[in-house]
């Protein structure tokens, strides 16, 4: 969604560099309570709301562009794939992603649907990134990333909003809003959202059919009767009609082929808080979270549900801060079996359950500073895992900081490793031999190929080692941050080729029967078999520079470097990538030029191997026009510069088409009342 309208023009030209940057911003995904981003043991970046409003950014993943380190390429109009200090994919399993802390996790693909994933922009706070390890506080599969999308209070979202975007590939793009008060206890907002965009101009191997049509209604709550206490309730549901191209075997050709269909998706999150101040020195919270989607597409139709509840107390004593939580999960999962999908064991629910504890002691009173803690739970498919974590926040003069850390985190299997068997790309019998039989008939057949989980299949360990400095001045602020992580039993595919079940077809080929030779190639199969005997070295870098020149400049430019290494046994592939190098130039403008005029620009240089695609560089520049205090305008041109090219080519994935991106012009109108 478009920017949000306020009573002032340009409401942060009087902030400071660190507020700008979120540098001095109060965060709480990095320690689960509330600490300035500039304290905190972690490679942090936040997204305020000042930059979401004037990137022009019509959706989550379009804002996200603006995190330098973040990795975020676009597979059409719809899809996306995201992650961070790892491999990007259609379906990211190391990166957890949340709503208020309210996460959207699904066991049976790990997957985030980016797609359906609609949270109006003008009411949110900031995005809280973290680039790294993250399962101390969060729990498995937050290995490479944690994402938490921080909404803002209903008190300060009262009265009326509306806006309309439209451009070259959105043909509408609508939104209403309206909050009050309710009595003098609290403040409620609710909203609506329709949206209508349009196909890609081109695609890689099929015509495009990624068009959109979604609406969204949602609400919010937020009540403080004393001083004590405060509350906080929203929900919210989002229907969505998708036009996708895919890839799959859908007959008996053993082959993938291409088609298009649509993905009708219904996605309702509903959460309740609850905050009570113990004391001065200490607090509680419980949480409550439901969530729901449906999906159906011509060959899968999946239905997920889960409810998270989670509790979790601070004190503070003296030198010491120490924070202690519950959690429990239950999952259900519905998925019917189709040409792509059969499972091997009827489990359609899952359970998670465990605690964490943290302490933070100051050993040198605003200089140094120990952070200790695990996290520990217990799954249905791997028992019980534990998640340790140490850092070190050191400040050896004013306005610097030099942190480090060490951590483990875990990845759960998913239901797809564990439990299901996947009909993917037939192989040919001659890549199958690694030679030719000599019969052509048979070298080019394609004999049935399957994925097949395995209930053997471990957690994956993550074993990571951080080292950061953060600088901040009245004009300048620096964030560097290094990493190395170790990772063990990875989840890879062992081929089994029954290499002996293609000599009773070979040998009725060469005695003429024809017909018998056929039956026995139809009734052979090869298994790839996933096993967690695979191991990786991730190596990197994360620095950006802040500079804040001028009251109306401020600008920021970024560097992230990241290496990855697989150490496979013979005869394994990676399940998911491949030996490989992701560098990334970031740099962002924001500037007033005049009072009500302001230009806000973001540039990309994308250099991975890891895509199959070329390097590309992108532009998003937006101009934002205050009319008066009530009306307002945006006129935004993306992927400037790139012209019409490929981000996402790895195209060995089944149910995964790309097509070309191409630039794009957008205008927005908005109002408040």
């Known amino acids: 969604m478009c920017p949000l309208v306020t009573a002032e023009p340009f409401e942060d030209e009087d902030l400071d560099l660190d507020a700008l940057m979120g540098m001095d911003v109060q965060v709480t995904s990095a320690m689960k309570r509330a600490q300035s981003a500039f304290d905190t043991a972690s490679s942090i970046y936040v997204l305020s709301k000042e930059?979401?409003?004037?990137?022009?950014?019509?959706?989550?993943?379009?804002?996200?562009?603006?995190?330098?380190?973040?990795?975020?390429?676009?597979?059409?109009?719809?899809?996306?794939?995201?992650?961070?200090?790892?491999?990007?994919?259609?379906?990211?399993?190391?990166?957890?992603?949340?709503i208020d802390g309210q996460s959207l996790y699904t066991p049976k693909f790990a997957a985030v649907y980016w797609e359906t994933l609609n949270v109006p922009l003008y009411d949110i706070e900031r995005i809280e990134v973290i680039r790294g390890q993250g399962g101390l506080l969060w729990g498995s599969n937050a290995n490479n990333g944690v994402i938490n999308i921080i909404t803002k209070n209903s008190i300060d979202t009262r009265g009326g909003y509306a806006s309309v975007t439209t451009g070259n590939q959105i043909n509408a793009d609508a939104n209403l809003r309206y909050g009050g008060d309710i009595s003098n206890i609290g403040s409620y907002r609710v909203y609506g959202h329709l949206k209508d965009a349009n196909e890609s101009k081109k695609g890689v191997s099929l015509t495009p059919s990624d068009t959109t049509k979604q609406q969204s209604f949602g609400i919010r709550a937020d009540f403080t009767p004393n001083d004590e206490w405060s509350g906080l309730f929203q929900g919210t549901i989002t229907h969505s009609d998708l036009g996708q191209n895919y890839r799959g075997v859908i007959d008996d050709t053993n082959e993938n082929i291409s088609f298009s269909d649509g993905l009708e998706r219904t996605d309702s999150r509903v959460m309740a808080r609850l905050e009570n101040r113990i004391s001065p020195d200490a607090n509680q919270m419980l949480q409550i979270s439901w969530l729901k989607q449906n999906g159906s597409q011509k060959y899968i139709k999946e239905d997920f549900e889960s409810i998270d509840i989670d509790y979790q107390m601070n004190f503070i004593y003296q030198s010491l801060q120490l924070d202690w939580g519950l959690s429990y999960r239950y999952n259900s999962i519905s998925f019917e079996k189709s040409v792509f999908l059969d499972s091997d064991k009827d489990l359609d629910s899952l359970q998670q359950y465990g605690g964490l504890i943290q302490?933070?002691?100051?050993?040198?009173?605003?200089?140094?500073?120990?952070?200790?803690?695990?996290?520990?739970?217990?799954?249905?498919?791997?028992?019980?895992?534990?998640?340790?974590?140490?850092?070190?926040?050191?400040?050896?003069?004013?306005?610097?900081?030099v942190w480090s850390a060490l951590s483990r985190s875990v990845r759960t299997p998913t239901l797809i490793e564990f439990n299901d068997n996947f009909t993917v790309n037939g192989t040919k019998v001659i890549e199958a031999l690694g030679s030719s039989t000599g019969?052509?008939?048979?070298?080019?057949?394609?004999?049935?190929?399957?994925?097949?989980?395995?209930?053997?299949?471990?957690s994956e360990n993550y074993t990571s080692y951080e080292l950061g400095y953060r600088f901040t001045d009245e004009k300048w602020s620096v964030d560097f941050s290094t990493f190395h992580t170790d990772a063990k039993h990875v989840a890879v595919i062992n081929l089994n080729t029954h290499a002996d079940q293609f000599l009773p077809a070979?040998?009725?080929?060469?005695?003429?029967?024809?017909?018998?030779?056929?039956?026995?190639l139809t009734t052979t199969q090869i298994d790839l078999d996933l096993v967690s005997v695979g191991a990786t070295t991730t190596n990197g870098l994360d620095a950006v520079i802040s500079w804040h020149p001028l009251n109306t400049l401020s600008t920021e430019l970024g560097y992230s470097y990241t290496r990855i290494d697989y150490d496979l046994p013979v005869g394994t592939t990676p399940s998911i990538g491949f030996d490989s190098t992701n560098r990334q130039l970031f740099a962002k403008a924001n500037y007033t030029?005049?009072?009500?005029?302001?230009?806000?620009?973001?540039?990309r240089v994308e250099n991975s191997d890891a895509y199959n695609t070329d390097s590309y560089t992108t532009l998003d520049l937006t101009w934002n026009y205050q009319i008066n205090p009530k009306w307002s305008t945006a006129l935004s041109g993306k992927n400037l510069f790139a012209g019409s090219h490929i981000e996402y080519g790895n195209t060995r994935e089944t149910y995964t088409i790309p097509n070309y991106i191409d630039e794009c012009i957008t205008f927005t109108i908005k109002a408040t009342f």
């Open 593 to 603: 030029l005049l009072k009500n005029h302001n230009i806000f620009a973001t540039l």
């Open 359 to 401: 302490a933070q002691y100051n050993f040198i009173p605003n200089t140094l500073d120990f952070i200790i803690g695990t996290k520990f739970d217990h799954n249905d498919l791997t028992g019980w895992e534990n998640q340790p974590s140490a850092r070190l926040v050191y400040k050896p003069i004013e306005n610097h900081l």
């Open 439 to 458: 019969v052509t008939a048979i070298d080019e057949y394609r004999i049935a190929t399957f994925l097949n989980g395995n209930d053997d299949v471990k």
């Open 506 to 520: 070979l040998a009725f080929f060469q005695a003429g029967q024809f017909q018998q030779a056929a039956l026995a």
């Open 51 to 98: 930059q979401i409003t004037k990137s022009g950014a019509t959706s989550v993943p379009e804002a996200l562009k603006m995190v330098p380190g973040l990795i975020v390429r676009q597979l059409d109009n719809n899809q996306w794939a995201i992650s961070s200090r790892g491999i990007a994919s259609r379906f990211s399993s190391k990166l957890l992603v949340m």
